[in-house]
Each structure stands twice: as structure tokens, then as C-alpha cells.
């Protein structure tokens, strides 16, 4: 047998998918509790509880994983919590506030004053050196490299474990940053370098610097946690191959990450987006993924990822474009608490993995939304994953009762108050998302991710007025599915500012050109063979005196962009400008700034999963019992006796039209009245709403 292998560690659990790659394409998901700190230690326990599942021995069934694809969380918690590697910043003379400045700050129209955040690397780790190159790429002055040998020097005193440098116009001529490597090179050859002009080739100064300071700042923890995780594959005796999600919906391998380790922020959230790719065929698609600590959201419009040039880590712009994933704090293990004006609170605090929900009997009294769900009875809490880890009932009580006695109102009223308080938080997260972006929430399709989403979703759709959502079968793995089913994905881009009035073809042809030999480079490296690689073209585009750009995709020509192509580029622009922002203005002049390729490798075996079929349903349905569950309708709400149905008992075209409850292994779904649902062909649960 032969396996491939997606683990994606959460804030709680760390999920483990595994495809049966010469049994017809079927797909097992396992879950171990996530082991902060020591992430490798969660990663090998993981594959351990599959090892077991599949009565193999672990070493044996180790040999048989022919590839491992891992969503890491490592790089956003050091970012989140501020735990990077000491990092040294070498600017032009005369720019030394450029991570001070920022791009400007965003205020409330009635803000008068507004202290800028500190930047992200301080001042006295911050140094300039004379020399400048203008914006056509002309030396106006030479480098002084005296002055960057006395910058290596202070930075050696001050013990810094990389170095990160931006020079002004380096994506127009890099001459001076390369110098300032070698230089770096020749003084301190162990020391990590990442220039501004490779990592982030954009010519706004501080979103290219930002990047390269985040880039520099997480390079020896991205570096030092894979070795970690390679060594303990190899101490398994691990013999295949081992690919990291990035953060434009893909994977790279690990020698490519170590040398971007920028693209391994938000990695794993971003692979649920590219599961619902493959799970529907909606043009416009919501995808909730409600995990331990967080619930993120993501949107395909048109059927395409969503990239953003604009993700925030704290006060900072990322720098990157990434697949555009929101997170908030409203996770099964999100906190609940009343503030002093007598208002509920749920979320952003949560009780992690250690030492998680109350229920979780591991020392945490204070409620969390898991809390809620077992006192509504949504959760079994002898069921919990399978029966595997028991909940104590009790100890859920006496946490909300808290709430309860704060509020003057009973218990269950009080569990059904932060239920509902974190579904309105989820809520407000996916409208920010939708609306922003063009996409009406009431004509979009939904797709569950993450262990809590399925006891949410119900009432959430009712919120938001849609009328149909999935609940896959690997919901509670959905990111981890989407690493299996994935591409190796890559990009590089260029900025070559025109317009399309006097538009550059043969410079714009020339720099396509260039970029898709680079895309290629990427893909033969990766291994991929020729018939296997797929690449896609974008530019970025704005209106004449706009301050923002957005990203709007084309085929490229074999032959080179024409005269008709250009129109066919400008009327694209202003489609999506009008799709984005309700506006669109013909007759202005459009501006081209940057120019994308990306690269897309195709795996074998990575859509085996569908020709996994259930067989048809046989009878009736038979719930495996029943339970009272808190059933919230109008203005009231009562403990009702609902069926239990258990979901390995379905065949494809199994349908409920009634309020119950569903369960499997890894979730539990909750359906309200008037939610209709029927299992395909694959196991998931297609509800709609009447």
C-alpha cells in the first residue's frame, strides 16, 4: 500500500488526512491534540494515531507514505506573538523611517491624534548607507561601502541573526543590494540576508521592505522547525518526499521554503479555499473554517481564489500577496466573560490546546463556546472524536454558570447566549469579507470547515439569508484535504509601470517572457514533469491618480500581447473594477504596474479521492438514538428530542428533512427546521434551506 499524507496543525488538534493511493482513492482522517512548543512532537504523534487506525506497525507504515504535505502554523504564531529572531535593517541615507512611516495611518474622521505603532524593527537596529540608484535604474551615487562594513560591525555588536536589506529602486537595478551581500558575505558568512528586490519585487518601498524585514525576521525559526521535522522523519525512517503549504494556496518544497519562509504565513488556512475549489463548482463560495482558537473565512469569486495584496500581521502590512484569509478569535475554545457594563464577551482570548474548554476536565474553568455546545446538547460528550476523548458534562455547567449568575438568567440561556454571541461574530467576519469584495453572501454557496463549523452553520445561514451549504465529509480536516488535493504553486512578478495609451509591448512582452522562464525554472526544479505544468498571467492596474491596484488576470498570447490583446486587457480592468468597487470608468486612463506569473505543478494521484463512491442508500433511515437539544426558534427557545443519525451509516442519496442531529468521528452537525440534507456521491452533506 501506498500513502500520501496532509497534516495541518490547528490551535487544538493537529489533522491528519490520508489517501490510499492504490485503493481507489479513499481518504481517512485522523486527529491529535496539537503539542505547542514542540510541534514536531504533535506532527509524528499524529501519524502514530494513523499508524494504529490502519493496524500497521509504525515504522512499516511510515516507509509506505510515498508523500508528506505539512500546513505549519509556526511562522504566524512567531509573528502573532512576537517571538522572531533578532533582525538588523540596512536602508538608504536619508530613508531611515520608512517602517516608521509606513504607507500613511488609516483614522476615524473624528481622530485628532494618533501615535504611530512602534516598527517592526527598532531604530537602533535600523542603518543607512550613502548611494542611490533613481527610478530608471541610473546610479546617481556610488555605494560607500565603508559605510555598509561599519553596518555589518554594529549589527555583529548587537548579536542579530539576520539581516534584511531595501535600497531605494532595487527592483529597477539591484546593483547596489547585491553588492551589499557580498559585502555582508565577505564579513559575516553565517549570517542570513534577504534582499528587498527578491523576496518582493514591488516599487512601493514599504511594502518591499516590510516584506523583507518579516521575511529576514522568521528565517532561522522556519529554518531551524524544518530540520527539526525532517530530522524526525528521518529518524522514522521517512524515504519520501516532503512539500510545505505556502500562503498562495499551494506547496513549495521545503529547500525553496527555507529560502522564502515569508510564504509560509497563514499556509494552512489558505489550503481550505483550495479544498472548496475541488468540492463544488459554485461561482462565488464562502468558506467558514471554525477551528480550537480561530474562525477563518475565505471567499472563491468567480470560482478563483481571492489574492489580497493587503494582509495585516499586528500594525504591518505582510508585503506579500497571499490567498486572502480572515481570521478572528472565535474558535470551540474561544472564552467567554461579561465586562463591567454587564455585556457578553466571546472571543478573542481562548483556551487553547492547553489547557483548552472546561469540559476538557484539563484545568481551565472559565467557559469557552465547546462549553456551550455540550450544554446545549449539541455535543455528545461521549463522543467526542468518536469516543476517543471523553467530555465532562458537569464541569461545562458549573463554567456557565458563570455567565449565567452574571446575568441573571439560567444556564442553558446562558450557553445558548455565547452560542449565538459566536455565531454573530462569525457572521460579521464573513459580510467583511463578501461585501468588500463584491460578492452578494446571500447568492454565495458555503462550505464548512474545521470540527465546530458544522453546529454554527445553521443558524449562521439563517443570519446571513443563504440558502445551501456543504458539510464535507473531511470537514473537520478541510485545510489538510486541500493540501492533498493541491498544487505545487509558485509565483514571481515584476513591476513595469505603462499605461494603455502608450503601452510597451515589446518591454512587457520581454519581462512575460522572462518571468515564464522563471516560472519554469521553479516547476523543473520541484521535479514536475513538462506535460504536468500550468501557468497563470495577472497584472496589477489602477485607475490614473488611484492610490491602490488590483490584480486582474489574462491569458497571455503565444505570440506576444497585440493591439487587440491591450483591449481585451483594459475592458478585463474595468469588469473586475466594477465587480470590486461598483464603478467603472471608461474613458480614464488605465495604468499597468506589476506583472505576475504563476507557477502550477500538477501532482499524480492527487484527484484519486473521486473515484471514491459511496454506495447507493438501502431503506430507511434509523437514528442510533436520541437526545435533548436546545432548539432556540423566534423569540424563545425549548429542549427538544432530536434523532441522532450517525454518518457512516448513509449511503449517497440519503436525505433528512427533519431538525436533527448528525455525527461522525471528527464532527458534529446540527440541522434546524427547514434544513434539507442529502449525501452525494462522495459523502458530503448537501443542505438546503426552505
Known sequence: MNYQVCIDIGGTFTDCLVSETENSGRISIF??????????????????????SYHQNFIEFIRQIKLIIHGSTVSTNALVERKVAKTGLILNSGHRHILVLREGPRKGAFEWKLNYPDPYIPEWLTFTVDGRIDARGNELVNLNETDVRNAIFSLQRRRVESIAVGLLWSVVNPKHELRVREIINEEWPDINVTLSHEINPLPSEYKRIIAATIDASINPIISRYIAKIVSKLKEVGFQGDLLMANCVGGMMPTQEMIRRPIYSVMSGPTLAPMAALSLTNEPDVIVGDMGGTTFDVSALRDHQLIVTPDSKIHDDSL?????????????????ASVDDGGLLIVGPQSAGAVPGPACFDKGNEEPTVTDANVVLGLIDPDYFLGGQFKLRKELAEQAIKKIADRLNISTIEAAYAIYTTSNHNMVAAIEDITIREGINPRESYFVCGGGGTACHIAEMVEILGLTKYMIPCFMAGLSAFGGLISDLRWETSR????????????????????????????????????????????????????????????????????????????????????????????????????????AIGKRKNQDDWRSFYLKPHAGELVPKSHRPVYVHQGKSGNMVSLPVYEISSFGSGAKITHPSIIESETYTAYLRPGHHAEVDQHGNLLVEVH
Open 495 to 598: 513591476a513595469l509601470q505603462t499605461d494603455h495609451r502608450h503601452f510597451k509591448y515589446d518591454q512587457v512582452n520581454e519581462l512575460l517572457t522572462l518571468l515564464h522562464k522563471e516560472a519554469d525554472a521553479f516547476l523543473a526544479g520541484a521535479r514536475v514533469e513538462p506535460e504536468m505544468r500550468q501557468y497563470e498571467y495577472a497584472f496589477f492596474g489602477r485607475y490614473e491618480y488611484q492610490s491602490w491596484e488590483i490584480e486582474v488576470a489574462f491569458e497571455t498570447p503565444v505570440e506576444g500581447i497585440n493591439t487587440e490583446d491591450l483591449e481585451n486587457l483594459v475592458d478585463r480592468f474595468h469588469e473586475m473594477h466594477e465587480r470590486i468597487y461598483s464603478i467603472r470608468n471608461p474613458d480614464d486612463l488605465v495604468e499597468f504596474t506589476r506583472w505576475r506569473v504563476r
Open 319 to 335: 508585503g506579500i500577496p497571499k490567498v486572502d484569509v480572515r481570521s478572528i478569535g472565535a474558535g470551540g475554545g474561544s472564552l
Open 31 to 52: 486527529k491529535s491534540p496539537t503539542t505547542p512548543g514542540n510541534f514536531e512532537e504533535g506532527f509524528i504523534n499524529v501519524l502514530k494515531v494513523a499508524a494504529e
